[in-house]
């Protein structure tokens, strides 16, 4: 998680290095290991080290193999293997042991701009060109790792970490008021390209960007494929291809010996630990491998400790339970240990930030189960529908009476389920209200009402198979800040987050599969898990927690204030009259949205905007 920051002036025009070492400097909490900065021809880059694999012990930034391309990057890159062969066959004397950011830097000299089709894992990088006088700059496919970019003047500034951006002195700090008001209607940016600065742009994942005496030109190298299929003869060879690609997934992103996992008792982020347990053992030599689980002791019926210890106890590595009963809502949101880049709604973030802070402190690496939901997880309806479609009446009938066997239901669907969608049948929990306390003069600026029908009234990512899935990994692409929430840019720990289950092979496979059998309550990964996870947790049906918040919220009402004594930055966007934070009366999951403006306030006040 290693810290990388730009200045590029096409026009040869002098670099500030003061600006430089300042935003270079500011990430030291990202990268403690080496700080360095290169300053040639109108373009400064900086770096700031964090060695977090085995190849990067040698690893030096900003890096040039000939004194005319330069790249700084914070990358993990994946199928190293086949990289590097790739990049033999071009001529390229890439070595295996090669830190990451060189076979970045191969690849370009290799491929050019093109070399983002022959990068996988998570990295975002600039690259500035001196023979064309070019900067190129990448976010890779599911945007793991944040990539932020200002126009300044006449050069282009870039970073990944916002609040450096910030830092040079031709960056405003004028606020976007549209991803404001975004954040306090829907609880997120809904344009995947901005931020809440007005002058700070979020490059989106599966996108690269050139700028150039031309300008800027910013374009999609990436989009998740819809039309895929996998077709295996027998059942088996679906899951040995299943488990091939998840332990390489895994692998790619250990690369160390001492590993941590955020992990529940379900069976994504278990298969996660269980998984990295013996590819550790398999490599020889001593490691360290931890889990953290957060537990609800009295607050909520919890599970999830009962599950996890199951696990750690049959795998054999260590486990930390860890209470979240008694944080209080917006505990030491009035400190610097809570500070963010953008407004966020988390009122119990203090718990997180307590254990990375643990965490780190064993580990540099951190893993978890993050999206088995999204692509194990779907209702075979669509697929049945699909195939009554297209006449394949004896595979359906075949498949439906598995499933009802699956489901031990003699009738799983109803008819009007798979015979034909039911128009206006209910998608979920009642929608919340357009809230009375959005500031008149805000919501008729941005003309927040039309806003906000559109927004509820927007199609979801169809797919004819898929639904379920598309529409998680749309969600994931238009909030393109998700996993900025894992970054240490939020963290503010020398720790990085890798999600195996977000591997782009392994997604793709998955999404391929045939729907019924293998995505019915993740049937494949409870086949292919079979003799590695404890049997009760194999069979532990779907079992999410129950509304903790409404609880913690009931519990904390008397210590929030009825109302908020708004600053002038906060009555730019609520009419604080019309808020009521603490009233009994009203419903938890209206309660819960309106405490958003709570978390700008304090926001404002952390960025010291209006104050």
């Given at each position: 998680m290693s810290g990388i920051?730009?200045?590029?002036?096409?026009?040869?025009a002098s670099v500030d290095a003061g600006a430089l070492e300042r935003m270079t400097q500011s990430m030291t909490f990202?990268?403690?290991d080496a700080q360095e900065t290169w300053v040639g021809g109108g373009v400064g880059l900086g770096h700031t080290l964090l060695r977090t694999t085995f190849e990067s012990g040698g690893e030096r930034q900003p890096l040039s193999f000939d004194g005319q391309v330069w790249i700084t990057a914070d990358a993990r890159i994946d199928a190293r293997?086949?990289?590097?062969?790739?990049?033999?066959?071009e001529g390229r004397d890439a070595n295996s042991d090669a830190p990451d950011v060189e076979l970045i830097l191969h690849a370009y000299h290799a491929w050019g701009e093109a070399c983002v089709h022959h990068l996988l894992g998570d990295f975002a990088f600039g690259i500035w060109d001196a023979r064309s006088r070019r900067l190129f700059c990448a976010r890779d496919h599911f945007g793991i790792k944040p990539f932020f970019h200002a126009r300044a003047g006449g050069c282009l500034v870039f970073s990944n970490t916002l609040d450096c951006v910030r830092l040079h002195p031709s960056v405003a700090a004028d606020l976007n008021e549209l991803a404001i008001a975004d954040f306090l209607l829907f609880g997120e940016n809904l344009e995947p390209d901005t931020t809440v600065f007005a002058d700070i742009m979020r490059l989106a994942p599966g996108?690269?960007?050139t700028w150039s005496a031309e300008g800027l030109n910013v374009r999609a190298y990436w989009t998740l494929p819809r039309d895929i299929q996998v077709t295996y003869r027998a059942a088996g060879d679906y899951v040995e291809r299943f488990r091939e690609l998840l332990d390489t997934a895994v692998s790619d992103r250990l690369r160390t010996n001492r590993v941590g996992i955020e992990m529940t008792g379900g069976m994504d982020s278990t298969s996660v630990a269980v998984t990295a347990q013996a590819l550790l053992r398999r490599q020889g030599g001593p490691f360290q491998l931890s889990a953290y689980t957060g537990i609800f002791e009295h607050l909520i019926p919890d599970e999830e400790g009962r599950y996890a210890s199951m696990v750690a106890q049959s795998a054999g590595f260590a486990l930390r339970l860890l209470p979240s009963d008694d944080f209080q809502l917006f505990d030491r949101f009035d400190t610097p240990y809570v500070r963010q880049s953008e407004p966020f709604h988390d009122p119990v973030h203090v718990q997180r930030r307590d254990i990375c802070r643990d965490a780190a402190a064993e580990s540099r690496v951190f893993l978890t189960g993050w999206e088995g939901d999204a692509m194990l997880n779907e209702t075979p309806k669509p697929y049945f529908r699909d195939l009554m479609r297209r006449g394949a009446w004896g595979r359906a009938a075949r498949d439906m009476l598995g499933y009802a066997a699956m489901q031990r239901r003699i009738v799983p669907l109803a008819w009007r389920d798979w015979v034909r969608r039911r128009p206006g049948a209910p998608g979920g929990p009642q929608e919340l209200p357009y809230p009375s306390w959005i500031s008149p003069a805000l919501e008729s600026r941005w003309k927040l009402r039309e806003r906000w029908d559109n927004h509820r009234a927007r199609a979801r990512m169809d797919h004819p198979l898929r639904p379920n899935a598309f529409a998680i990994y749309d969600y994931l692409v238009r909030a393109s800040n998700h996993f900025d929430w894992y970054d240490a840019g939020i963290t503010l720990q020398p720790m990085e987050y890798r999600h195996p289950l977000m591997d782009v092979r392994l997604?793709?496979?998955c999404l391929a599969l045939p729907p019924y059998p293998w995505c019915v309550k993740k049937h494949i990964l409870r086949t292919a898990m079979a003799g590695r996870l404890p049997e009760a947790v194999l069979k532990r049906p779907k079992t999410p927690l129950?509304?903790?918040?409404?609880?913690?919220?009931?519990?904390d009402r008397a210590r929030l204030p009825g109302s908020i004594a708004a600053s002038p930055a906060l009555r730019r966007f609520v009419d604080a009259g019309r808020l009521q934070l603490n009233s009994a009366d009203a419903d938890p999951h209206v309660a819960w949205r309106d405490l958003r403006v709570m978390s700008l306030h304090y926001w404002l006040q952390s960025a010291g905007i209006g104050q």
């Open positions: 920051c730009g200045i590029a002036h096409v026009d040869g990202r990268g403690p293997g086949e990289l590097i062969a790739a990049l033999r066959g996108h690269c960007m997604v793709e496979y129950g509304p903790w918040w409404a609880v913690m919220l009931q519990r």
